[in-house]
């Protein structure tokens, strides 16, 4: 099956710089990939999200990019502000299913 | 993005009791629902898949006669913890997939058990 690595775990930015959380899978099936931000005691959000035939996406200071010959994909939020602390899931959905990684909690400091 | 609910939010019962928790997909209808559980600080885990009408499908090492799924509509999916015991307490999440969003789901709130 699907196996997706997320890193860092944690990671502590000041407000105004940039975050970048990385993940790899291991599907080359795998054609969708979903980012969640989830708050502490509520379910995950869909914040951004790519499919296989395109190599980068972007929404205001989110942006994902992905490369397939790598399977790698990254989420890079600019300009960080306190309210995006929260925890960051990153997904890859094969055949019928979505695999998550492991989370990176992301605490932005004023 | 499309609303998905849960009901409860958190519910606290006496070890041996059942709980049902009810996932709703608000303004479009599902062609499947997910389970998800999530211990703390930890990443979500598919418990089940369902589709209307279906029975629901069980991920590995999922006790099916244990965690009850009832997908009776396009719009409700229900889980129902059957003889709870403590370690049953967890952050239960339901996601659903709208046909017309691709490969899109939308997540609900959660719902946080705790056994006694």
């Given at each position: 099956?699907?196996?997706?690595?997320?890193?860092?775990?944690?990671?502590?930015?000041?407000?105004?710089?940039?975050?970048?959380?990385?993940?790899t899978y291991s599907d080359s099936a795998s054609n969708y990939f979903p980012w969640y931000k989830q708050e502490l005691g509520k379910?995950?959000?869909?914040?951004?999200?790519?499919?296989?035939?395109?190599?980068?996406?972007?929404?205001?200071?989110?942006?994902?990019?992905?490369?397939?010959?790598?399977?790698?994909?990254?989420?890079?939020?600019?300009?960080?502000?306190?309210?995006?602390?929260?925890?960051?899931?990153?997904?890859?959905?094969?055949?019928?299913?979505?695999?998550?990684?492991?989370?990176?909690?992301?605490?932005?400091?004023? | 993005?499309?609303?998905?609910?849960?009901?409860?939010?958190?519910?606290?019962?006496?070890?041996?009791?059942?709980?049902?928790?009810?996932?709703?997909?608000?303004?479009?209808?599902?062609?499947?629902?997910?389970?998800?559980?999530?211990?703390?600080?930890?990443?979500?885990?598919?418990?089940?898949?369902?589709?209307?009408?279906?029975?629901?499908?069980?991920?590995?090492?999922?006790?099916?006669?244990?965690?009850?799924?009832?997908?009776?509509?396009?719009?409700?999916?229900?889980?129902?913890?059957?003889?709870?015991?403590?370690?049953?307490?967890?952050?239960?999440?339901?996601?659903?997939?709208?046909?017309?969003?691709?490969?899109?789901?939308?997540?609900?709130?959660?719902?946080?058990?705790?056994?006694?």
């Amino acid at each position: 099956g699907e196996n997706v690595e997320q890193h860092p775990s944690t990671l502590s930015v000041q407000e105004g710089d940039s975050a970048v959380i990385k993940c790899t899978y291991s599907d080359s099936a795998s054609n969708y990939f979903p980012w969640y931000k989830q708050e502490l005691g509520k379910g995950p959000q869909l914040i951004i999200d790519i499919r296989s035939n395109v190599g980068e996406k972007k929404d205001q200071r989110i942006a994902v990019t992905l490369n397939k010959t790598a399977k790698h994909f990254s989420l890079h939020i600019t300009e960080t502000q306190p309210e995006d602390s929260a925890v960051y899931f990153c997904a890859a959905r094969g055949y019928q299913k979505v695999t998550f990684g492991i989370g990176t909690k992301l605490q932005v400091i004023p | 993005g499309a609303v998905v609910s849960q009901h409860p939010s958190w519910v606290i019962c006496k070890s041996g009791t059942s709980v049902k928790i009810e996932c709703r997909s608000l303004d479009f209808q599902a062609t499947t629902m997910f389970w998800y559980r999530q211990f703390p600080k930890q990443s979500l885990m598919l418990m089940a898949t369902s589709n209307e009408g279906s029975k629901a499908t069980y991920e590995q090492g999922v006790e099916k006669d244990k965690f009850l799924i009832n997908h009776a509509s396009l719009t409700l999916s229900t889980l129902t913890v059957t003889s709870a015991h403590p370690e049953d307490s967890s952050f239960y999440i339901c996601s659903a997939h709208f046909w017309r969003d691709g490969d899109t789901q939308y997540f609900g709130p959660g719902t946080r058990l705790t056994v006694l």
